[in-house]
Nanobody, 127 residues
């Protein structure tokens, strides 16, 4: 089992930046592929970005490509999501998710690919 804790959310004006962190604890000796998703009350949980265990592969949704950057520091068991040029449409609860990399190092974009989820952190972008 691995536990995930997100942090770094908050209130920011449009055009601003935030950096989210996803810290893993527990069974962190295993290698994990990690993704970020977001959800609003009116929508399903949407894919934002993902990074393979090795860090060599990343993927992004079209809506954040060029504005968000996912990265990881395996020595710190932490994955980051740097969010720049934020828009009101980015307002959501952001979740990180992880899945063991038994099958390989991949940047999965499907929520069903992930076994472990954090509790989420609220990001609010004002216009």
């Amino acid at each position: 089992q691995v536990q995930l804790v997100e942090s770094g959310g908050g209130l920011v004006q449009a055009g601003g930046s935030l950096r989210l962190s996803c810290a893993a604890s527990g069974r962190t000796r295993s290698s994990y592929n990690v993704g970020w998703f977001r959800q609003t009350p009116a929508k399903e949980r949407d894919f934002v970005a993902a990074i393979a265990w090795s860090g060599g592969s990343t993927s992004y949704s079209d809506s954040v490509k060029g504005r968000f950057t996912i990265s990881r520091d395996n020595a710190k068991n932490t994955v980051y999501l740097q969010m720049n040029s934020l828009k009101p449409d980015d307002t959501a609860v952001y979740y990180c998710a992880a899945t063991p990399a038994y099958s390989g190092s991949y940047a999965y974009s499907w929520a069903s690919s992930y076994n472990y989820w954090g509790q989420g952190t609220q990001v609010t972008v004002s216009s």
